[in-house]
């Protein structure tokens, strides 16, 4: 049975930062990429980062690239997301999700992270509060 679980949530003001942690249980997690979403209200759940399952391959949606760094550590079975200089339109529940694969469109001969690609399993979620 597969299981995920976020942890690392809060409230920070403006500017502060959270590191977010994704642990897994149930599955080969060294076999699955694992992507982080985040959803807030009259928003779709949309993809913020994902990595492939070796850690090879990172895509960041391009509104949070420059402040948040996705890593793994597969002998620990845990996926992390470091948030810097939180804003508050950060604000939201934020899902960790997993499939063999980061959802990707081909463009051009290139392949681009797709923030509204589907993921196979799904944690429960963790909510991330950004005051100004």
């Known amino acids: 049975q597969f299981e995920l679980v976020e942890s690392g949530g809060g409230l920070v003001q403006s500017g502060g930062s959270l590191r977010l942690s994704c642990a897994a249980s149930?599955?080969?997690?060294?076999?699955?990429?694992i992507g982080w979403f985040r959803q807030t209200p009259g928003k779709e759940r949309d993809g913020v980062s994902c990595i492939s399952n070796d850690g090879l391959r990172i895509y960041y949606e391009d509104s949070v690239k420059d402040r948040f760094t996705i890593s793994r550590d597969n002998a620990k079975n845990t996926v992390y997301l470091q948030i810097n200089n939180l804003k508050p339109e950060d604000t939201g529940v934020y899902y960790c999700a997993a499939d063999r694969f980061c959802p990707t469109v081909h463009i051009s001969g290139r392949y681009y992270y797709n923030s509204q690609g589907a993921m196979d399993y799904w944690g429960k979620g963790i909510l991330v509060t950004v005051s100004s």
């Open positions: 149930g599955f080969s997690f060294e076999d699955y990429a």
